[in-house]
């Protein structure tokens, strides 16, 4: 794989470094993928991929994921192969998903299908991590879409680094930063014309950013992105006693007082962590759903149940709350 000598350029040595520091705790057989597209930002980082592997003497390949979405993407997705094996990966794997968007939208069922294939060759291959090219753009773009749903500090906190096998390295970095670094290396690039869709939510949500930042200065999205990271430990903080909540609670039903001695914060969080133990999808649960049951509490006049999605029902009985999936209502 050729190099330019000498120093890289700033954007380069930011992507390489990031990828290093995402690598910390590995040794040098485990295997680590890229997940790439083909666009300016998987590609910076399969590049920086490539260049740290073959400095450390590390495994290191690639899985690209075609959607169908669009003629030619099958084309786009070979190509895009074609180029992270010229780079060094290998093993580089190009895997076509069926996207059905019936019910949760095109966007969510891509990322489901999507993520699905990533685990499927991670297991298959036995790779240790899995990286993905999301930037500090995208963080700041989850975080305004969060704050249009009304959503709560976990939605608020964005995409985290680090979980489970994947790992984000170039969340600090702009989209502005990925591009330089493709640029300074020679790599091409693809613009995919769904990014500039306005029927996609994260697309209307990038147009906003950029009009708020031309009204209220530079800064914004590096601004929402450091937000994330100071709400994130704040959420993990309370998912952590709510956890301990839990445990001590035990499964419903539960006495009135016990939820009552919670502090709100706490509490709404331990909800929805009985919904989704019911049953509830995890997505659909929304605010909504959580303020609904905790009314139950703390506005009491004898309502009816709480109907959840996922065909759970929250219902209180004289001072006990109880939770049912559908199946196991009488």
């Known amino acids: 794989m050729p190099r330019a000598h000498g120093r890289p350029h700033p954007a380069v040595a930011a992507a390489r470094s990031a990828v290093l520091a995402a690598l910390s705790g590995t040794a040098p057989d485990d295997l680590v993928l890229a997940a790439c597209s083909g666009g300016a930002d998987s590609t910076a980082l399969a590049d920086a991929l490539a260049f740290v592997a073959q400095a450390e003497r590390r495994r290191a390949g690639a899985v690209v994921v075609d959607h169908g979405l669009q003629e030619g993407s099958a084309a786009v997705a070979r190509r895009t192969g074609e180029a992270l094996r010229a780079l060094g990966l290998d093993p580089v794997e190009v895997v076509t998903v069926a996207v059905d968007p019936a019910g949760a939208g095109v966007e969510a069922a891509a990322r489901a299908a999507r993520y699905a294939a990533l685990d499927a060759v991670a297991d298959r291959l036995g790779a240790r991590l899995v990286l993905l090219g999301h930037t500090r753009d995208d963080q700041a773009e989850q975080v305004l879409l969060g704050l249009a749903r009304g959503s709560g500090a976990r939605s608020l906190a964005g995409m985290p680094a680090a979980r489970g096998r994947y790992r984000r390295p170039l969340l600090a970095l702009g989209r502005d930063e990925t591009r330089a670094a493709c640029a ?26 950029a009009d708020l930042e031309a009204d209220l200065g530079p800064g914004l999205a590096a601004a929402l992105a450091r937000s994330a990271d100071l709400l994130r430990d704040d959420a993990d903080h309370l998912e952590a006693l709510a956890a301990e909540a839990s445990a001590t609670l035990g499964p419903p039903p539960w006495q009135e007082a016990d939820l009552l001695d919670l502090p709100r914060a706490v509490r709404t969080r331990v909800w929805r962590s009985a919904l989704v133990d019911a049953g509830a999808p995890a997505g659909q649960v929304s605010a909504r759903h959580v303020d609904a049951c905790d009314r139950l509490l703390t506005a009491w006049h004898g309502q009816g149940a709480v109907h959840a999605p996922g065909g759970v029902r929250v219902r209180r009985s004289g001072h006990r709350v109880s939770i049912d999936t559908a199946a196991r209502v009488e």
């Open 184 to 209: 300074a290396e020679d790599r091409t690039w693809w613009e995919d014309p769904m990014n500039d869709d306005p029927a996609f939510a994260r697309v209307r949500a990038r147009r906003a950013l």
